[in-house]
């Protein structure tokens, strides 16, 4: 099982990303597909969370900024990431968990914000 992700980069305050991670390989139906964060010296962070069914989460810190959207038949997830601020800046990791319970993750993608 692979994740693929991609749409990191550099962008200025205020501007805006959008991350896909695609999943390749045998992954055995999918439940919930997700992003988290990690700053350098602090611990990896939920971002948002979606599940087969469309039901989504969200930190605190990003509510209204960015939204998170899946294709099911591309076995795919997106962040796009709106208003973006210097304190966003992270290494972003793409997770699935599918109904075994079982846990992939991304190789991560580098958003760094200036300000």
């Known amino acids: 099982v692979q994740l693929v992700e991609s749409g990191g980069g550099l962008v200025q305050a205020g501007g805006s990303l959008r991350l896909s991670c695609a999943a390749s390989?045998?992954?055995?139906?999918?439940?919930?597909m997700g992003w988290y964060r990690q700053a350098p010296g602090k611990q990896r962070e939920l971002v948002a969370r979606i599940t087969r069914g469309g039901t989504t989460n969200y930190a605190d810190f990003v509510k209204g900024r960015f939204t998170i959207s899946r294709d099911n038949a591309k076995k795919s997830v997106y962040l796009q990431m709106n208003s973006l601020k210097p304190e966003d800046t992270s290494v972003y990791y793409c997770?699935?968990?599918?109904?075994?319970?079982?846990?992939?993750w991304g190789q991560g993608t580098q958003v760094t914000v200036s300000s």
């Open positions: 390989g045998s992954i055995f139906s999918i439940n919930t």
């Open positions: 997770n699935v968990v599918n109904y075994a319970y079982d846990d992939y």
